[in-house]
């Protein structure tokens, strides 16, 4: 085991920049001193065989571990300078802030027009119907979904096919503009096609927002990243620019498991 | 036995094991299912036998006899100080109004005793009834009506059948004289057998004709509501703080544990405490729906915790991750997401749990709600008793006619059960179908 991350951890002008976090699950040392930058406007994947803390680290981003009782965050974790688990941060605003897509579509069991519309509507960001109206479609229309649901917006958001519920949860995330969105293997329940579609969305969001995905799929990493950060029973092995990381990883332990040798 | 065919038998020798085996299992299957549907056969043979019953007792319950009799509305008697108020006619004659009519009708007997035997063939609420109808009708006065009046409990029996004329007169409720004075009111068909107005718009009497279970319905009413105020929003609120809330520490543990065994304690129990609290140590009144309500709500808590608490914990954790993902607070995710999506077994619950409370007894005879209360209660805090206890009662009495109507109640009783339950799955059906 590597005693010290390998490859750039730092970037200049980072949007989020972890320094030593150490993440327990009651004994359990899930997260082991990580240190790490994501810049603006980057898409950075977390890859790793399962269980080695690359979801629980994505979950320190925007505090999801609050809800699990027992999980103790120590370290600190900027975001824009400001360090999110500083107790006059609120959560709610954090959220609002960090958006995140989980693995499984969780689309509410409403319309899809009120699954778009919650966000904003809880934040206050709609100041009339109309204003809100409007924010639905652009966010749908970013979210490659509104040629295919325009007509339905009253429909169950559940009805959908698991590709558009995926797409109509990051249409979701976007409603509230954040600025960092967290998507934990997006495309783990998806076909081919509804997974070439969220990844061609992954690309049209980079310009706007700082994306950090977790995928099991090197070749989704591969992919969609600029950065590419490996994981390992809770340390981080190597971050890198996603080329370098696949052509030419710095570390045994990489190297073992982008050519398949073990995960 | 060699080595190789104990390890590894040739597909045809497993085939013919199989084979073998394959008869005592399909035994077994058809053993299960032939006791499965017999279970079945025989709940249903009884359940057949039970309604059959019921039914067959308490249909005639909804009926009783009346006898029409033409009644002179006489203003200078019923209406002394002529205001026509209640006051004024209280002081009015009405049961001598109506005992004029009746010896009218049966030729006007002579002497003491038949003149008793005669005004104890109708039912002594008769008065009450006359005056009601010329409270209801003022313009009448001073003309004729016919009406109908109730005739005696023992009369009724006597024309049911169920009092013989071939028992000895020393034997029978009725007498001679009487049983010729039926023979002649039959005779000008002024008998009638009609659904009973005294069971759905009666109260509590000793007199069986006219003992109804208005009051007691009423009653209940006002239980349930008492009881449905209070259960209702503690019992959600303790179970949405216990299952998204409190911090799962050894006092939650406590709770829970509490809780569950509460919902096993005998219900007589919540009545002696009713009793010991609310009546003896905060002076509430005996008897009256606030203190039932309150405590059949103390009774049903726990039933409509426990499944809220089902409800709450059966809602995906993925549509809470969904909303706090988009940054929705705590309560927020509750109320807008985990209530509605729990909301059907929550009701569902909860309209068990006051099925449960209106088919209750025990708690409520320690908390005096078995005192016999003629008045209708007007409000939570009049005395009053339930459908139940009303049964009870009822069941107590000797006169004849009050098994009828106990069965007739105890049908009221089941029909309102049985919608109850209907209710509830009529929502749960509804609500799910919405999300």
């Given at each position: 085991m590597p005693d010290k991350t390998l490859g750039q951890i730092f970037v200049d002008n980072p949007r989020v920049s972890a320094r030593n976090v150490d993440v327990f699950y009651g004994d359990k040392?899930?997260?082991?001193d990580i240190s790490l930058d994501i810049g603006a406007s980057q898409v950075i994947s977390f890859i790793g065989?399962?269980?080695?803390?690359k979801s629980t680290f994505l979950r320190c981003l925007n505090r999801m571990?609050?809800?699990?009782?027992?999980c103790r965050v120590e370290g600190e974790i900027k975001i824009d300078g400001r360090?999110?688990?500083?107790?006059?941060?609120?959560v709610v605003s954090l959220r609002a802030r960090v958006g995140m897509v989980f693995q499984k579509a969780n689309p509410?069991?409403?319309?899809i027009f009120d699954n778009i519309a919650y966000g904003p509507t809880i934040h206050g960001l709609a100041s009339s119907k109309v204003e809100l109206e409007q924010i639905v479609e652009t966010s749908l229309q970013r979210a490659g979904l509104w040629e295919e649901v325009k007509d339905r917006l009253?429909?169950?958001?559940?009805?959908?096919?698991g590709g558009q519920q995926q797409r109509l949860c990051i249409a979701r995330t976007i409603a509230v503009s954040p600025e960092v969105i967290l998507m934990d293997e997006?495309?783990?329940?998806?076909?081919p096609i509804a997974t070439a579609k969220v990844e061609e969305l992954i690309h049209e969001l980079r310009e706007q927002y700082t994306i950090v995905i977790v995928t099991h799929s090197m070749q989704q990493a591969a992919r969609v990243s600029d950065r590419t950060a490996y994981f390992h029973l809770g340390k981080l092995v190597e971050v890198g620019d996603t080329k370098q990381v696949f052509?030419?990883?710095?570390?045994e332990l990489t190297q073992d498991y982008i050519t398949g040798r073990f995960g | 036995m060699t080595d190789q065919s104990t390890k590894n038998l040739s597909p045809r020798q497993a085939s013919e094991r199989v084979a073998l085996t394959i008869k005592a299992r399909k035994r077994k299957e058809s053993q299960f299912l032939f006791i499965g549907q017999s279970a079945v056969a025989v709940a249903i043979g009884f359940l057949i036998l039970l309604f059959a019953g019921i039914l067959s007792k308490g249909i005639p319950g909804f009926f009783q006899h009346y006898v029409t009799l033409e009644v002179q509305l006489d203003a200078a008697k019923?209406?002394?100080?002529?205001?026509?108020?209640i006051e004024s006619l209280s002081q009015g004659d009405f049961d001598g109004a109506v005992r004029d009519s009746l010896y009218l009708a049966l030729?006007?007997?002579?002497g003491r005793k038949a003149k008793r035997d005669a005004r104890k063939?109708?039912?002594?609420g008769s008065s009450q009834r006359l005056m009601t109808y010329v409270l209801n009708h003022?313009?009448?006065?001073?003309s004729t009506v016919a009406m109908k009046f109730a005739v005696d409990d023992d009369v009724d029996s006597f024309l049911r059948g169920?009092?013989?004329?071939?028992?000895s007169e020393a034997d029978r409720r009725i007498s001679d004289l009487q049983i010729s004075y039926i023979d002649i009111l039959d005779a000008q068909n002024r008998l009638s057998y009609e659904i009973s107005d005294y069971l759905f718009f009666g109260s509590a009497s000793r007199d069986a004709e006219m003992a109804g279970i208005f009051g007691a319905l009423i009653g209940s009413l006002f239980t349930l509501l008492v009881c449905i105020i209070l259960a209702f929003p503690l019992g959600v609120g303790t179970a949405v703080y216990l299952e998204e809330?409190?911090?799962?520490n050894r006092l939650t543990e406590i709770i829970e544990i509490n809780i569950n065994n509460l919902a096993a304690v005998p219900s007589v129990v919540y009545g002696i405490m009713g009793l010991a609290?609310?009546?003896?140590?905060?002076?509430m009144p005996r008897s009256i729906p606030l203190v039932g309500g309150i405590v059949l709500a103390l009774m049903t808590l726990p039933t409509i915790i426990i499944s809220s608490r089902a409800a709450i914990r059966a809602v995906p954790p993925s549509i809470r991750d969904a909303a706090l993902g988009v940054g929705a607070s705590k309560i927020q995710t509750i109320v807008h997401h985990v209530l509605p999506l729990a909301m059907p077994g929550i009701l569902t619950g909860t309209i068990i749990g006051m099925a449960q409370a209106l088919g209750e007894t025990a708690p409520l005879l320690m908390i005096g709600m078995v005192a016999f209360i003629v008045d209708v209660p007007t409000?939570?805090?009049d005395p009053g008793t339930v459908l139940p206890v009303q049964i009870f009662m009822w069941a107590d009495f000797?006169?004849?006619m009050f098994v009828q109507k106990t069965s007739a109640a105890i049908i009221i009783l089941l029909t309102f059960l049985v919608s109850m339950n209907g209710v509830a799955i009529f929502l749960r059906k509804k609500l799910e179908r919405r999300w």
């Open positions: 040392h899930a997260i082991d065989p399962s269980g080695c803390g571990n609050d809800t699990i009782d027992i360090n999110i688990y500083d107790p006059l941060i609120d509410f069991p409403k319309s009253d429909q169950s958001g559940t009805g959908l096919s997006p495309c783990s329940a998806l076909d052509t030419n990883p710095k570390h | 019923l209406d002394p100080t002529g205001q026509m108020t030729g006007n007997p002579e063939l109708i039912s002594s003022p313009q009448q006065m001073g169920f009092i013989s004329r071939e028992t809330m409190a911090p799962k609290i609310f009546i003896i140590v905060f002076g409000g939570v805090t000797a006169e004849r």
